[in-house]
Nanobody
Framework: QLQASGGGLVQAGGSLRLSCAASGRTFSSYTMGWFRQAPGKEREFMASIIWSGNTFYADSVKGRFAVSRDNAKNTVYLQMNSLKPEDTAVYYC?????????????????WGQGTQVTVSS
């Protein structure tokens, strides 16, 4: 089970850190991903991290967002800086047992509930 948290309302230019806590199994060897879905749009890939710490990002957030993990806490984070109104969306975390650059929704077997991020202009 994955539990995302940390969303909220922030002004443009601000920062938020999302957390995704895993329970029920150890996800330390899993690839963990972050996606988001804005109203009326498809869910899109944001970032992922494999067990070794290698990270991958969508071009739209590269340089602004940073994904990290604390395997001891079974938790993955998404640090979001320089937020823009277009970052407003529901953010989801996901996990899959494969070690690879996974960017599609269908790549992931486990999903958390979303956390709302709203960026005001």
């Amino acid at each position: 089970q994955l539990q995302a948290s940390g969303g909220g309302l922030v002004q443009a230019g601000g920062s938020l850190r999302l957390s995704c806590a895993a329970s029920g199994r150890t996800f330390s060897s899993y690839t963990m991903g972050w996606f988001r879905q804005a109203p009326g749009k498809e869910r899109e890939f944001m970032a992922s991290i494999i067990w070794s710490g290698n990270t991958f990002y969508a071009d739209s957030v590269k340089g602004r967002f940073a994904v990290s993990r604390d395997n001891a806490k079974n938790t993955v984070y998404l640090q979001m800086n320089s937020l823009k109104p277009e970052d407003t969306a529901v953010y989801y975390c996901a996990a899959d047992s494969r070690v690879a650059r996974l960017t599609r929704m269908s790549d992931y077997d486990y999903w958390g509930q979303g956390t709302q991020v709203t960026v005001s202009s």
